[in-house]
């Protein structure tokens, strides 16, 4: 059975992301890259080990990367191995986009769970 790895981002909207982020730059020492919000680096455990991050990442109101869901925010999940989890989702009965993107960070895919809150998949790309 497929589980997710961890947290790879948490994204969320707001009126004013540039100022929110200035906010916690100044009252949490949080620096944001212009593209990709704030990165936490940090090591997956033992026996890996490998270097890994998650993303903090203030939207825009008005980003429609969070639809079909409502939610003002969407999380994002680290996973091994995408299709075999978007395979298991649908063999659930769980709500799945069809779409697949792939970036040279890695494979992305959305499900929705039952409250109607889109969430996204990440699976990094291997060190191979």
Same mark, same amino acid.
């Given at each position: 059975?497929?589980?997710?790895?961890?947290?790879?981002?948490?994204?969320?909207?707001?009126?004013?992301?540039?100022?929110?982020?200035?906010?916690?730059?100044?009252?949490?020492?949080?620096?944001?890259?212009?593209?990709?919000?704030?990165?936490?680096?940090?090591?997956?455990?033992?026996?890996?080990?490998?270097? &890994?991050?998650?993303?903090?990442?203030?939207?825009? %109101?008005?980003?429609? @990367?969070?639809?079909? $869901?409502? /939610? #003002?925010?969407?999380?994002?999940?680290?996973?091994?191995?995408?299709?075999?989890?978007?395979?298991?989702?649908?063999? &659930?009965?769980?709500?799945?986009?069809?779409?697949? %993107?792939?970036?040279? @960070?890695?494979?992305? $895919?959305? /499900? #929705?769970?039952?409250?109607?809150?889109?969430?996204?998949?990440?699976?990094?790309?291997?060190?191979?």
């Amino acid at each position: 059975m497929e589980r997710v790895k961890g947290i790879g981002g948490i994204f969320f909207k707001s009126k004013a992301p540039e100022a929110l982020k200035a906010w916690y730059h100044k009252h949490l020492g949080i620096t944001s890259t212009p593209d990709r919000g704030m990165i936490f680096e940090w090591r997956e455990p033992k026996p890996s080990e490998k270097n &890994a991050f998650t993303v903090w990442a203030p939207f825009p %109101e008005d980003t429609d @990367y969070f639809e079909p $869901g409502p /939610a #003002t925010f969407m999380i994002n999940f680290r996973v091994a191995n995408l299709d075999r989890m978007l395979d298991q989702l649908r063999a &659930a009965g769980v709500q799945v986009d069809d779409r697949v %993107e792939e970036y040279s @960070y890695g494979r992305f $895919g959305w /499900a #929705t769970d039952p409250d109607g809150n889109r969430f996204e998949l990440w699976e990094p790309p291997s060190e191979g």
